[in-house]
């Protein structure tokens, strides 16, 4: 299985910061990597897909890049509705799996 | 847009099969991969397997032996069954559908809590 290591597992950042997760892939993924957005009781939101490409109707404020075994999310101006868990996902091999997960809290 | 809802019951007896349903809205089930996932309380996301809308199937290896996946076109919803539960299959279950073989997951449940205990 590919393991998908995610940092930081929480970081606390006020409105205007910009904000950067990463995780890291145990093997080359090439660019088969998605950023969901998941907030309490509600489904998870794509945010980004293979890597790099913004889902429709998401802010341009979010942004992912990188390729085969390290990749980013970047937030480049937090807003309030931004406060959330993000995580993310690799679709190059079955099976699927997450990174553990990165809590973006109020400082 | 699609919208997909995960039921079933919140309490599962230890030894017992877990079963949980996902209704698809706004949509078709067919042409389409419908996934298992769940988040045990603290920890991180675990693919649990997927169903293709013709019945092909895909498991989780660590999970294989005791999951089943069908699908019911003619209801458009799939469903969950995990055989011989114990205290550690506590978790929230989501159910999610991609594109391809290859795509990620564009639409998802909520998540439906699972509680395995006597």
């Known amino acids: 299985d590919i393991q998908m290591t995610q940092s930081p597992s929480s970081l606390s950042a006020s409105v205007g910061d910009r904000v950067t997760i990463t995780c890291r892939a145990s093997?080359?993924?090439?660019?088969?990597l998605g950023w969901y957005q998941q907030k309490p009781g509600k489904a998870p939101k794509r945010l980004i897909y293979?890597?790099?490409s913004l889902q429709s109707g998401v802010p341009s404020r979010f942004s992912g890049s990188g390729s085969g075994t390290e990749f980013t999310l970047t937030i480049s101006s937090l807003q309030p509705e931004d406060f959330a868990t993000y995580f993310c996902?690799?679709?190059?091999?079955?099976?699927?799996?997450f990174g553990g997960g990165t809590k973006v809290e109020i400082k | 847009q699609v919208q997909l809802q995960e039921s079933g019951p919140g309490l599962v007896k230890p030894s017992e099969t877990l079963s949980l349903t996902c209704t698809v809205s706004g949509g078709s089930i067919t042409n389409y991969y419908w996934s298992w996932m769940r988040q045990p309380p603290g920890k991180g996301l675990e693919w649990i397997g997927f169903?293709?809308?013709?019945?092909?199937?895909n498991y989780n290896p660590s999970l294989e032996s005791r999951v089943t996946i069908s699908v019911d076109t003619s209801n458009n919803n799939f469903s969950l069954k995990l055989s011989s539960v114990t205290d550690t299959d506590t978790a929230v279950y989501y159910c999610?559908?991609?594109?391809?073989?290859?795509?990620?997951?564009?639409?998802w449940g909520q998540g439906t809590l699972v509680t395995v205990s006597s």
């Open positions: 999610a559908r991609s594109g391809s073989y290859t795509g990620t997951f564009d639409s």
């Open positions: 169903i293709y809308s013709s019945g092909n199937t």
């Open positions: 293979a890597a790099s």
């Open positions: 996902l690799q679709h190059n091999s079955y099976p699927r799996t």
């Open positions: 093997q080359g993924i090439t660019n088969d």
